[in-house]
């Protein structure tokens, strides 16, 4: 087990090396970014990169996903303001679901004492054996369907629970749906001081549709 979190160690200081031979000032300038937490800024970033824009956006909110930082929507927001508001949330909830089913796998086999230590720090959150059985999916669904908690919480508890990896893929798909399209139009909104209550609505509606469905095809 320790060679693997080796491996894994060296590949991924690998890529980084490989991503600051390619381009020296894209750490520098990401960080600056994600310090400052401007929202424009970053949306800016990311459509400068043409053509390749919606594949880097895709793989910078599957990074910070599979991370669990910084929090998801700067990036789900950006997204919304370079791509619009349909294709931004669609991007942004695919990229953020890989990015915690790889999270889920890292922390499962290969770093559960890690996740055990994020737990630890919310003992209200501690009582994972909720998460495990025939409750899992109907819980893991409820929380990715809040707005605003933590990713890198809910990765660590679906982690150490008992709950299988594709029920926990499928719940994080549907769930990320509303909290992700309400966090989204929220941000685009406020920075673009634009109101437009019918997106909310819509988003609401459809993410009820998908939950109902979701919930009734897990039970059956």
């Known amino acids: 087990m320790k060679i693997v979190k080796l491996i894994s160690l060296g590949l991924i200081v690998c890529l980084i090396i490989v991503i600051h031979s390619v381009a020296p000032s894209f750490f520098p300038t990401l960080w600056d970014l994600l310090k400052r937490g401007d929202i ?10 043409g053509g390749w824009a919606i594949v880097f956006s895709f793989l910078l909110t ?60 919310y003992p209200k959150l501690a009582k994972i054996e909720k998460y495990s059985g025939e409750k899992g999916f109907q819980v893991m669904l409820i929380a990715r369907m809040i707005p605003y908690i933590p990713s890198v919480l809910l990765n660590a508890l679906g982690a150490l629970s008992a709950i299988s ?12 749906i509303p909290s992700t399209g309400i966090e989204a139009i929220i941000g685009h909104d406020t920075i673009l001081h634009q109101e437009n ?17 979701a919930w009734r095809s897990h039970n059956h």
């Open 197 to 213: 209550p019918t997106r909310l609505i819509v988003t609401v509606i459809i993410a009820a549709i998908l939950i109902i469905w």
């Open 40 to 49: 424009v800024d970053t949306a800016r970033y990311i459509d400068s990169f």
């Open 165 to 176: 990896f594709k029920d926990y893929c499928i719940a994080s798909l549907v769930g990320k």
């Open 62 to 121: 599957l990074c910070v996903n599979a991370l669990g930082f910084p929090p998801a929507i700067i990036f789900s927001t950006a997204n919304t303001i370079v791509f619009g508001i349909v294709l931004g949330i669609l991007l942004s909830v695919l990229a953020e679901t890989v990015g915690v089913a790889i999270s889920f796998i890292l922390l499962r086999h290969f770093f559960r004492d890690s996740a055990k230590k994020i737990i630890d720090k």
